[in-house]
Each structure stands twice: as structure tokens, then as C-alpha cells.
């Protein structure tokens, strides 16, 4: 595959979340997937990968995404992006806020063939704390 064919599989998770179709990542993500930044208390592998789609519909069912900027350079894709939602469900064994967010994050993925193989994912995840109330800094306001 292409750099811009692997670019468009991202957007196909993308648009597999935003529709809640868990079966896109079967046919997306290779079965020996390996997931370097996994969501806290979710397996590093293709089913966490399912369980934290799973969380976040639950903990954020308004979840947004928006695809900033992609880049890609052989089997690699870099893919900034922005999250947006309501904190209306359990999150990391905290009860809703109904606060918003909107948070950042880059993803990198690897690719074989037509199946990623493996994702790092970096959120400002501090910010997404901040505001749903769940940590605070001393003299620091979201």
C-alpha cells in the first residue's frame, strides 16, 4: 500500500469510531497488533484496542473528532487530531462531570500490507484532567 492509502485507513478508524463500528477494527488491525500507548486498565492489543472504543463511548457518548493534519512517509502515518465531548459516563472509575472537553492529540501508526500493526498515541491528557474536573494544580486554571 501507499503512504496515502495507509493515511486513508486512519480515516477509516476515524469514521469506524464516529459510527461506533467496533468490526473496523477487525478488518483494519492486524491480529498481532500491538498498541504502545494503550488507555489506562485496557490490554496493549487488538481487543483493548476494542475495550477502550468501548469506554469512550460509554464515559463520552458525544465524542468528536476532528483530523487536523496527516502525515505519512513509507509504512508510517502521523495523524494530528482533536477530541471534543461531554463527560456524561464513568471514566477511569470517575462519575460524570457533564463537563466538555476539547483536547489534542498525534497518533503515529505502522502499517503491513493493508493492516496496522502498531500505534503510539500521545493526548494532552492532563488537559482532558483539567477539565473535567478530575485533577487540579495548584494556582493553575483550565
Known amino acids: 500500500m501507499t ?3 495507509h493515511k486513508a485507513a486512519i480515516r477509516r478508524v476515524f469514521e469506524g469510531h464516529r459510527k461506533r ?4 477494527i477487525d478488518e483494519l488491525f492486524a491480529e498481532d497488533f500491538v498498541n504502545h500507548s494503550p488507555m489506562i486498565g485496557c490490554a496493549p492489543d487488538r481487543e483493548g484496542l476494542k475495550d477502550s472504543f468501548l469506554r469512550s463511548f460509554e464515559a463520552f457518548p458525544d465524542i ?3 483530523l487536523n493534519d496527516q502525515i505519512a512517509e513509507g509504512d508510517k502515518v502521523v495523524t494530528h487530531f482533536t477530541m471534543t465531548g461531554t463527560h456524561n459516563g464513568p471514566f477511569l472509575g470517575n ?3 457533564g463537563n466538555t472537553f476539547e483536547v489534542s492529540s498525534i497518533t503515529i501508526t505502522r502499517h503491513e500490507g493493508n493492516k496496522l500493526v502498531e500505534r503510539w498515541n500521545l493526548t494532552d491528557a492532563l488537559s482532558l484532567l483539567q477539565q473535567l474536573d478530575l485533577v487540579s494544580i495548584k494556582g493553575i486554571t483550565p
Open 3 to 5: 503512504p496515502e492509502e
Open 21 to 24: 463500528n467496533l468490526d473496523a
Open 64 to 66: 468528536q473528532y476532528t
Open 95 to 97: 462519575q460524570p462531570t
